[in-house]
């Protein structure tokens, strides 16, 4: 079962090496409901998460997370330590915080062009996630840290970047005959006055035979 969950994660992350360039040291926002969730659960994140990973991992919050997360008193309380040691990231909302989905959403924009990983029990920010395509998603099934498969938007891209890639192999193809048409008629014109130096050739010869 383990063995298996690796194989599926070392699958997952070589897709979204090979099609969005995401690669170590793989940053991770992590939410106050993952946090939270690992907390009772007993799990370390920042120790579980590269292992899961396996490559080095950077556990990342934000000013609005912290924020959430304070707001919610002291049973939130652990969350906020064990956030507060991770990466800030400036997500830009210091003067006015934003609740933590929002600002994540934000974070990762229209094309998750700064590559994060989000780390979220939260089935909606995960569902709104799963529309922007390159953003691997985390959460914990129990104490156990899965990888999400890649959303359909995001297989979608990558199938729309691979065709793409043969595009313009396709486009060029009816220029080919042409092309060699082209060839053909310059390679004849050429072979005419090469004909004619060619017959000239022993004459001017720099190495005439002794
Ligand atoms: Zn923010």
């Known amino acids: 079962m383990r063995v298996k969950r690796h194989k599926n994660h070392r699958r997952i992350l070589r897709f979204f090496r090979l099609t969005f360039g995401i690669q ?3 940053h991770v926002l992590v939410d106050g409901t993952f946090l939270t969730h690992a907390l009772q659960q007993r799990v370390h994140v920042k120790e579980q998460l590269p292992k899961m990973l396996e490559g080095r991992t950077t556990p990342m919050t934000t000013g609005c997370i912290l924020a959430e997360l304070r707001s919610l008193g002291d049973r939130a309380l ?79 891209l990558a199938k729309e970047g691979e065709e793409r890639k043969r595009g313009p192999s396709d486009w060029e193809k009816p220029k080919l005959p042409e092309l060699k048409a082209k060839e053909v008629l310059k390679e004849a014109l050429a072979a005419k006055p090469k004909a004619k130096r060619k017959k000239k050739g022993p004459a001017v010869s720099p190495n005439p035979k002794p």
């Open 24 to 26: 170590e040291p793989y």
């Open 78 to 156: 652990g969350a906020v330590v064990v956030s507060k040691g991770y990466y800030r990231v400036k997500c830009g909302h210091d003067e006015n915080p934003v609740g933590a989905s929002q600002c994540i959403r934000e974070q990762i924009g229209k094309t998750n062009a700064r590559r994060f990983f989000v780390a979220t029990q939260d089935p909606d920010l995960r569902l709104q996630l799963r529309s922007v395509p390159g953003v691997p998603l985390i959460r914990l099934n129990g104490p156990v840290p899965q990888l999400e498969e890649p959303s359909e938007s995001t297989r979608r």
